[in-house]
């Protein structure tokens, strides 16, 4: 008789909106072919990602409720499903924000095995900043899984954890339709949310404006939602570029917008380990980005799979983007090592390296 499979919990805001949402449906899909048992568990109603196993939305079953009965009964919801579903491991994919609501959702997870992710460089989101309230609220946690080594490393600098570990974001990419009709034969290409708190679209839109590439034929692509669409149209209109910046909504396969693009762009002021950077490398399309932390200088070997520049220069970003237009031999470098430099975030072989973190428990 075959042993009964090991019962995993990913525990997320949504399956919908952002990068560390997209890594819990990759996720759900190693975990399910490396033999677990997986229920997906979401918190709001957002399920635009593809995701394997069982699913839980919070979200949805809450949605017509008052605020107050909606924290309340999604907790109490929560844990009722924990239990009733022999749910032994717990993969905390949210951001951890509120202390009060930590300490709540410490009664729901019980005595389970849990590891928290870490998916940006900007710890606030994840952790207290109050190192004895951290290390407090975590003493139960197996692993702090980090998605890049510089995140590892500044929650070992700031907090003294020693239960953490690195994995990277897999890559996971579906077949490429041929979708892009419409858009323009030349472009460079943004995708993902739209949001400048973290994304900085000023600094693309002021290098964009400075380089003068539209000039030689290339338009920038926007490509994604999020709540600074408007900031970003304003933007566009204030550097006068409005007649060659093209902004269109995000594909849950963009790939085929993707694998065309010149290059594609990076600008924020901080990152965790950005989906965007390796799926665009995994098609082949190199990436500029500026060296913000954390993510991009783990990925990009600047001038053979991309350029990696200094953040908040946009007149090192106007020189780059000319760069990747005018040095053909350049470009063919960097196209030619983008593959295979992202050949390491295979979904076999990440799914290899969380077996082993999971069979150590």
Not at 185 to 209: P, Q, S, T, V, W
Request: glycine share 6%; charged share 25%; with cysteine.
């Amino acid at each position: 008789m075959d042993a009964p499979k090991t019962k995993i919990a990913i525990i997320s805001q949504s399956l919908g909106g952002g990068g560390a949402e997209r890594f819990a449906g990759h996720l759900s899909f190693l975990l399910s072919d490396s033999g677990f048992e997986v229920h997906n568990v979401i918190l709001n109603e957002p399920l635009d990602y593809a995701c394997k196993g069982a699913i839980f939305n919070l979200g949805a079953k809450f949605k017509d409720k008052p605020q107050w009965r909606r924290k309340v009964g999604k907790m109490a919801a929560l844990k009722k499903y924990l239990r009733e579903h022999q749910i032994s491991v717990v993969i905390d994919n949210r951001t951890r924000s509120n202390f009060i609501r930590e300490l709540a959702t410490q009664w729901v997870y019980g005595g389970r095995q849990i590891y928290h992710m870490i998916h940006n460089y900007k710890l606030d989101n994840y952790l207290p900043k109050n190192v004895v309230l951290a290390k407090w609220l975590y003493r139960k946690s197996r692993n702090l899984i980090c998605v890049s080594k510089a995140i590892e490393e500044k929650v070992k600098r700031i907090y003294g954890f020693q239960n953490t570990i690195t994995i990277y974001n897999p890559i996971k990419l579906p077949p490429i339709n041929n979708n892009s009709d419409g858009l323009s034969e030349r472009y460079i290409l943004y995708f993902g949310r739209f949001d400048d708190k973290a994304k900085n679209f000023k600094l693309m839109l002021e290098g964009f404006a400075l380089s003068q590439i539209y000039e030689k034929g290339y338009r920038l692509v926007l490509m994604g939602e999020g709540p600074d669409l408007t900031l970003i149209k304003d933007e566009i209109q204030k550097r006068n570029v409005d007649k060659f910046v093209e902004i269109i909504p995000y594909q849950e396969n963009p790939f085929a917008v993707v694998e065309p693009a010149r290059f594609t762009i990076l600008t924020s002021h901080f990152e965790g380990f950005p989906m965007s950077i390796i799926e665009s490398l995994a098609v082949g399309t190199p990436v500029l980005a500026v060296d913000c932390n954390s993510g991009p200088r783990e990925i990009i070997a600047n001038e053979n799979n991309g350029l990696l520049v200094e953040n908040y220069n946009a007149s090192a970003l106007a020189k780059a983007m000319n760069r990747l237009i005018d040095d053909e031999a350049l470009y063919a470098q960097c196209k030619a090592g983008s593959k295979q430099s992202v050949a390491h975030l295979a979904p076999d072989t990440i799914a290899a390296q969380w077996k082993a973190v999971l069979a150590a428990t």
